[in-house]
């Protein structure tokens, strides 16, 4: 339950106190600042809790959006203000401090405020200055045509009242829904009425984690279908997966529309992202190998692809998301990138081209439902790595003409996201010193050398040979050395999207060379659970929790480690054992991952970390 202050005296016909309980809010009358900080003090600790000047006029959404948005500690419109637990005691001060001020003002002599005066005059808008006053940071939403006001008088009330019963908020609040950056497909084929669905779940009480539950499940029926290997079940496939889509869309519409935001939504949204997709490559292969066409190395080869098209996109983001304003977009390719954004038509272009989920799954959708599997994973992988190619080279050249500087948060978001297990970390102690003397470029260039030279390795010698396993421990040492220093070059953050490929690019050769039924299904499963892993690290990341224990990493060896194994499998085993030995392995590392990942989500959910919701690019 929350509690709402109400200060001054209503207006008569006021409809504030409705539109507060219809929020949730249970209200409490205060007619002076000595009675409202009696009343802040007697609600539950535990309880978020507003103060709303009686005289309020304005939009319930315009109230909604000030007073019940979970993402943050303290918030504030015109005519109110609120706090959650963990940011009571700064409203308290901030209301004790303008209760001794008012009452020495009194004593002085001075008059006291009208009981109609509006603006700044009101205890929640001075409550709010006091906040400023003391650097708290008071999170203001963005209301565009939405009314909040406190009019100074009869006829300022009329107009404001006029002001809200010409602007529909509802339509706002259904606009404002959808987010704002989207690719072409979302925003024309599947927002214009996705929106409507979030509604309509909204007022059935269903919540976006039901919703995104939802659509986990229709995936992964479309991906049984898919593996029925039929043309029936080819197009019952792309059916539904358009239809989870549709779902994706609307979990995070419904938690828009209604401020339903948690960290366990935003981890869950984006995890099932992933397990969606990466379960319906799955379903493709099986059904292609139902109808004879081994297609495991490309569903595979897709996923590495699109896994490290996400790597780079995080760890170019963590590289400079503390990059000062001054520096942060200077380079000539971002002012380039500017000037084309302000042409309608090349925005649009440009989100498509880097191949977005809505678009990527629609392209998946209909090549299954009319195609054959592997024509669909042909296009993937060339739609993917034209994607890749085409914003990973815009990245590197604003990082060769950036002037900013990388923080020591970001280096260490570069080092947890590189993932080095206790082999590279102990060596990266020894080139600790010699490292510093080295160019800034040395970090990229060995992870790129070394991760060539164990792939290359693996895909040029015969499977069982020694050398992928001597090129492997000249990996680690590559490794080490890439992470013997801080991650604060220019090019650093292309460090763990390098040893993604290598780790990921071995198995996949590897698992190719055995030559061995069912070696690259469990390849398949191996990569799926480590990079599992990785994207939970990222998760985290993004929500501020740092990175996985110390403990997790070490436990299923860091990228270096599980690579040298594999090679070392590889050297050691047959090739029917090895197909046993990924499978083994692929559980073992799944099982790990998943069980302290789930046990961190739920724990922080239930100990009430601080909501997110991800308005990221569309991945």
């Not at 007697?42 to 109230?63: K, M, Q, S, T």
Request: net charge neutral; with cysteine; hydrophobic share 50%.
């Amino acid at each position: 339950m929350s509690t709402a202050i109400l200060t001054g005296q209503l207006v008569p016909g006021s409809s504030i106190e409705s539109e507060l309980r219809s929020l949730g809010f249970g209200v409490e009358h205060a007619p002076d600042a000595a009675d409202a900080e009696t009343l802040l003090a007697r609600v539950p600790a535990g309880e978020r809790v507003a103060v709303v000047d009686a005289r309020f006029v304005g939009h319930v959404h315009a109230l909604r959006l000030g007073l019940t948005d979970p993402r943050f500690p303290l918030a504030a419109i015109p005519g109110a203000v609120t706090a959650q637990p963990e940011a009571r005691q700064t409203l308290t001060r901030a209301m004790a401090r303008e209760h001794s001020a008012s009452g020495a003002t009194a004593h002085a002599g001075a008059a006291p405020a009208k009981p109609d005066a509006g603006g700044p005059e009101g205890l929640a808008d001075r409550i709010t200055a006091a906040l400023d006053a003391d650097g708290a940071d008071v999170h203001r939403p963005e209301l565009g045509s939405l009314v909040a006001a406190v009019p100074a008088g009869p006829q300022a009330r009329n107009e404001a009242r006029q002001a809200v019963s010409v602007v529909d908020d509802e339509a706002v609040r259904l606009k404002s829904a959808v987010k704002a950056r989207d690719g072409f497909v979302t925003t024309f084929f599947i927002s214009p009425y996705s929106r409507y669905i979030a509604r309509w779940c909204a007022r059935r009480g269903l919540t976006p984690n039901q919703v995104t539950t939802a659509s986990l499940i229709t995936a992964l029926i479309a991906a049984g279908c898919a593996a029925t290997g039929t043309r029936g079940g080819f197009v019952a496939a792309g059916v539904l997966l358009i239809a989870s889509f549709v779902l994706d869309c609307t979990d995070g519409q419904l938690a828009r529309y209604s401020l339903q935001y948690s960290t366990l939504g935003a981890w869950l949204d984006a995890t099932f992202d992933r397990a969606k997709e990466y379960a319906y490559y799955a379903g493709l292969a099986l059904g292609a190998a139902r109808g004879g066409d081994d297609v495991w190395a490309l569903a595979l080869g897709a996923m590495v692809l699109q896994t490290c098209r996400h790597v780079v996109d995080f760890s170019f983001n963590e590289a400079n998301v503390d990059s000062t304003a001054a520096t942060a977009n200077t380079s000539p390719t971002a002012a380039l990138s500017d000037r084309l954004d302000s042409v309608g038509w090349t925005v649009w272009v440009r989100r498509m081209i880097v191949l977005p989920i809505g678009e990527r799954w629609a392209m998946i959708a209909v090549l299954t439902a009319v195609a054959t599997p592997r024509i669909t994973f042909y296009a993937l992988l060339i739609g993917c790595a034209f994607a890749a190619t085409y914003t990973t080279a815009g990245r590197v050249l604003r990082s060769l003409t950036r002037k900013a500087s990388r923080t020591d948060r970001a280096a260490t978001a570069l080092a947890d996201l590189a993932d080095s297990g206790p082999l590279a970390g102990t060596v990266a102690k020894g080139f600790a010193k010699p490292a510093r003397r080295l160019p800034g470029f040395t970090a990229p260039a060995v992870a790129l050398l070394g991760g060539l030279a164990v792939v290359a390795t693996a895909a040029l010698t015969d499977f069982g040979g020694p050398w992928p396993a001597v090129a492997a421990l000249v990996y680690v040492l590559t490794s080490a050395l890439a992470v013997a220093r801080p991650l604060k070059g220019a090019f650093d953050w292309l460090v763990p999207p390098f040893f993604r490929a290598a780790e990921y690019g071995t198995v996949l050769v590897l698992a190719a060379n055995a030559d061995v039924n069912g070696a690259l299904p469990a390849a398949f499963g191996l990569v799926a659970a480590v990079a599992y892993h990785h994207y939970d690290t990222v998760y985290r990341i993004r929500g501020g929790a740092g990175a996985p224990p110390q403990w997790l990493v070490r436990t299923i060896g860091g990228h270096e480690g599980r690579t040298l194994l594999i090679t070392v499998l590889a050297v050691l085993l047959t090739a029917t054992q090895f197909k046993v030995a990924l499978t083994v392995l692929a559980v073992a590392v799944a099982l790990v991952v998943l069980v302290e990942s789930i046990r961190f989500w739920v724990a922080a959910h239930r100990g009430g970390a601080p909501a997110v919701h991800d308005e990221g690019e569309p991945a």
